[in-house]
């Protein structure tokens, strides 16, 4: 029921199934959604991105897994009206939730204190991307927002995105995910 919404809970669910940093992950913007195409946009130029200043215009594709939209399908319920997902009433410097709620909430509920970290996580999506569900390096390192391939000579031609391996991926990710125990939404 309804009682039971924790928007912390949920933000780390998402962040889990998304592999976006924290700092993006918070500010995330109704806007930025494309439901049609499944896919989400977050502006490059996102303090949370971390973008190098040479690379603010170089925008962050996610697709949306079916476990995401799910969160995202109870988030409306919550936070529909507002800008942000994770609009939070409590938000002092930002109307949502900070980036260290998600480590709190690992540290002081999940017990994982000194084991594991929100930004952490992200080295989890690029191991068993590769070493369990087998995708080449390329698609969790662009999951993960990485411009490694816009570097030197072959940054200048370099504008893949790999859109329709990452959707296949962020659906494989997010079953990994749900047989680990993850629940959703």
Known sequence: GDEKFDLVQTALKLHLLLCTRPGALVALEWSWIDETDSLIMIPGATPGLKRPSDQKHVDHLI?????????????????????????????????????????NFLKDQLQMGGILTAQGWRAVVQTVGQDVLGYSWEVPDRQLGHLHHKKGVRGHYDNSELLDKRREFMEDWSKWCQKQGLVIP
């Open 63 to 103: 697709p949306v897994s079916d476990a995401a939209q799910e969160i995202f399908d109870l988030l409306k319920k919550y936070n529909g009206k507002r800008k942000h997902l994770l609009h939070s009433p409590r938000g002092r410097k930002e109307p949502h939730i900070t980036p260290s709620a998600l480590n």
